[in-house]
């Protein structure tokens, strides 16, 4: 049995950061947000930046390497996520509405933490101690520290970390190759058309409504959704993510309900698009129907697109593209939304078709290396999660 000791104690302290006004334009060094653990890492392409030049008056707000930033204000989702710093960049300042938990050394390791705060375990208690609202979600430092979690002897510890930090370091891996095939995928684009905001190549432009079909989903009720995973899945913008669908999160519809709601059933091609909240941290939530994905509806707020007379690949980089973005022009209300107005409006490069199907013939050749990265991912992820719940049960020691 592992021991159990409060977070309190597994940490020298648990403390948010200074609120610092940050800017665009701005320099120096760099500033700890939100965003900047989006994907559980340090991601040092988002720091904010406040012209601060003279560290020295905020030395006991930068980070040591092995602390631990965590979200407690975010929305539920995101809600206890954390990522570890391991030294880079070499002076981070902490700013606000981030935890930093710096761990007591003397019993516990930095790595071994950092791993145990990603485990469904400690995300069950963090559940237990949130603070819910409609969009957004908090906890406080005063109930983080009362959790308990499991601490071993450090040797245990050590070893418990060795064992993860090797399945992680694999599953780091998969995504980096799949990352690089997307970074391919753009760059072809961009060298076989050009920008398409700046239009270098000059190519002739048209409105996107000339172009597309565009459908808007049905306002399916929660009431009659189905418990069955065999039955039809429904497609909405909660699930779409800049890198996919999250099938797994989906509601389900009866397949003796459908009549007259064929038309919103989602083909292989087609293009799906979250008109609320479309952008996130993470990019645009947009995304092409594969043959991977699951048999789905078009819910409500959500956009459907297929192409005329236009190459169904090449219309959805168009659509990818930050040009889509600075024209949409999201409307802040309540809930930040793009309209289908915003979208047939959108203007596009129209090279000529056979330019574009020699774009898509190339991208299919990418996608299939691509689909085989992320079917090694989904093995190297599900290692893991193995070994991540195992590791707390005392069963890798």
């Given at each position: 049995m592992i021991p159990l000791v409060t977070i309190k104690d597994a940490f020298e302290f648990v403390r948010n950061g200074l609120s610092i006004k940050q800017s665009e334009n701005s320099v120096g060094f760099p500033i700890t947000r939100i965003e900047t653990i989006w994907n559980s890492t340090i991601d040092i392409n988002r720091f904010g930046y406040a012209d601060i030049?003279?560290?020295?008056?905020?030395?006991?707000?930068?980070?040591?390497?092995?602390?631990?930033?965590?979200?407690?204000?975010?929305?539920p989702k995101?809600?206890?996520?954390?990522?570890?710093?391991?030294?880079?960049p070499k002076q981070l300042i902490h700013g606000m509405n981030l935890l930093n938990l710096r761990p007591n050394r003397n019993i516990s390791l930095p790595k071994y933490l950092h791993f145990y705060l990603n485990s469904d375990n400690f995300k069950n208690q963090i559940k237990k101690i949130s603070n819910q609202s409609v969009n957004q979600a908090s906890f406080s430092s005063g109930n983080l520290k009362k959790l308990k979690i499991p601490l071993p002897s450090l040797l245990e510890q050590q070893?418990?970390?060795?064992?993860?930090?090797?399945?992680?370091?694999?599953?780091?891996?998969?995504q980096q190759l799949i990352e690089k095939y997307n970074a391919l995928s753009q760059s072809l684009f961009l060298d076989m058309f050009g920008d398409p905001e700046t239009n270098p190549m000059r190519w002739e432009k048209s409105i996107a409504d000339t172009?597309?079909?565009?459908?808007?989903?049905?306002?399916f009720k929660s009431k009659d959704y189905s418990n069955d995973e065999n039955d039809i899945n429904l497609c909405g913008g909660l699930i779409i993510t800049p890198s996919g669908i999250e099938?797994?999160?989906?509601?389900?519809?009866?397949?003796?309900?459908?009549?007259?709601?064929?038309?919103?059933?989602?083909?292989?091609?087609?293009?799906?698009?979250?008109m609320d909240r479309p952008w996130i941290s993470s990019g645009f939530k947009i995304h092409k129907i594969t043959r991977n994905d699951k048999e789905s509806l078009?819910?409500?707020?959500?956009a459907r697109i297929r192409g005329k007379n236009i190459n169904q690949d090449f219309l959805y980089f168009?659509?990818?593209?930050?040009?889509f973005e600075k024209q949409a022009h999201t409307t802040e209300t309540t809930v930040p939304h793009i309209s289908p107005k915003d979208i047939r409006k959108y203007e596009l490069i129209i090279p000529p078709i056979a330019l574009q199907n020699q774009f898509a013939e190339r991208i299919q050749s990418i996608e299939t290396q691509k689909h085989l990265a992320q079917a090694s991912l989904q093995k190297s992820e599900a290692l893991f999660n193995s070994l991540l719940q195992r590791a707390f049960k005392g069963e890798l020691t």
């Open positions: 030049i003279d560290v020295e008056k905020y030395k006991n707000n930068l980070l040591d390497e092995g602390d631990i930033l965590m979200s407690h204000i975010n929305s995101h809600l206890g996520k954390s990522a570890i710093y391991e030294g880079t070893k418990i970390a060795s064992v993860l930090d090797a399945a992680d370091s694999l599953r780091q891996k998969d172009f597309i079909d565009l459908l808007t989903g049905f306002a099938w797994n999160k989906s509601n389900y519809w009866r397949r003796d309900k459908l009549d007259g709601l064929e038309k919103y059933r989602i083909i292989e091609g087609d293009i799906v698009m979250a078009l819910v409500q707020r959500t168009l659509f990818k593209h930050t040009a």
